[in-house]
């Protein structure tokens, strides 16, 4: 999902889809914690020799050693499936546009991208590179949050040069429409189909609330939240209680909490990414220490709220978990894979 205009409104720093944390303890340690220390790997990763002036960036995970790589030349972008195990890359699909934003989810792959001035695209095509949906906005930016538990639903923000917007949610495989659900630019979808957004607030955040496709009717769910970020079945929340910024995580069945502690700069606050594992058993994300004045990159599990320390001075950048949770994506333009059985952090895509 992309989120691009946070100073829209105020209160949707809540919908960066972005959280911050620290754990209870106890604390453990992955094998290597130190960016510049790699343990050894029993699965190869054969790094992909880009040309860093063509290179986009990594779109995701096709499986759990498959990724997909964007390209862009001559007015042209290709994507191309890559397999880091055996080194091996395919063309899957070329687009008549500058492409900015590749998401995959599944089978399907979505990109984000322009063909002309003051018009934006969106374009989905499946694993097979087969073009399943498209569709111009004229608009001066765009943002989506697209499904992960139903690819056949796209919150789509179509912003004009005034910052107005109009919203709309698409069914891209299907072919329905249902134009203004709700009056929010920034909405991240739960896992049984419904819509979390922000409305307007004061003090330490904004409130939450939950927008019911089906019956098209809005519920209130939490006050003063910063940020939220879902993942099918479970929900994570920051938010302050008593004055300090806590991690609220949901499930339907029982709810969690967990101290966090957020950076400031340049008088906002520094939202840490987040990012909740395919089972939905941990999540990782970046955590402050206001001792070094650093980021250190951990996982929090769900079972028994232990944290493990994977990289010590972090930055604050993408995160991506592959299909079985065994490895992470990461860095701007996610180039990057951290093994979390090993503790290992080799390079992707060098240059």
């Known amino acids: 999902m992309s989120i691009k205009q946070g100073r829209l409104l105020a209160a949707v720093l809540a919908l960066a889809m972005i959280a911050a944390g620290c754990a209870n303890e106890p604390e ?24 860093e002036q063509t290179f986009q960036t990594v779109g995701g995970w096709l ?37 900015t934003h590749v998401e995959v989810n599944g089978t399907y792959i979505l990109m984000q991208g322009s063909s002309s001035a003051n018009t934006t695209n969106l374009l989905l095509i499946d694993s097979k590179g087969t073009k399943r949906f498209e569709k111009e906005f004229s608009s001066h930016d765009l943002s989506f949050s697209w499904s992960e538990a139903n690819p056949d639903r796209l919150f789509v923000t179509a912003f004009n040069e005034d910052w107005t917007y109009e919203t709309a949610i698409y069914y891209p495989l299907t072919g329905f429409e249902d134009a203004d659900p709700i009056d929010a630019p920034f909405a991240e979808w739960s896992g049984n189909g419904n819509l979390f957004f922000a409305k307007d607030g004061g003090g330490k955040g904004s409130p939450l609330y939950q927008y019911d496709v089906q019956k098209q009717e809005e519920k209130k769910m939490a006050d003063e939240v910063l940020s939220v970020f879902s993942r099918n079945h479970t929900w994570i929340t920051l938010s302050y209680e008593n004055d300090s910024p806590v991690f609220i995580v949901q499930d339907g069945i029982k709810k969690q909490r967990f101290p966090s502690s957020l950076k400031e700069s340049e008088g906002s606050l520094d939202l840490p990414k987040i990012e909740i594992s395919p089972s939905e058993h941990e999540f990782i994300t970046y955590e402050y220490n206001e001792e070094s004045d650093r980021l250190n ?43 979390l059985l090993t503790g290992s952090l080799k390079t992707l895509v060098t240059f």
């Open 297 to 339: 990159l951990v996982s929090f599990s769900l079972l028994d709220q232990k944290k493990t320390v994977h990289i010590r001075d972090a930055l604050n950048m993408p995160l991506m978990y592959s299909p079985d949770g065994t490895r992470v994506l990461y860095g701007f333009q996610l180039e990057k894979v951290i093994n």
């Open 63 to 99: 499986d759990d050693k498959t990724v997909v790589l964007a390209e862009y030349d001559k007015k042209e972008t290709t994507l191309s499936t890559y397999d880091f195990s055996e080194g091996s890359k395919k063309e899957l699909y070329r687009a008549d546009m500058a492409v």
């Open 28 to 51: 453990k340690k992955a094998p290597a914690v130190d960016a510049n220390v790699q343990t050894t790997d029993k699965q190869t990763v054969i790094p992909y020799e880009a040309d």
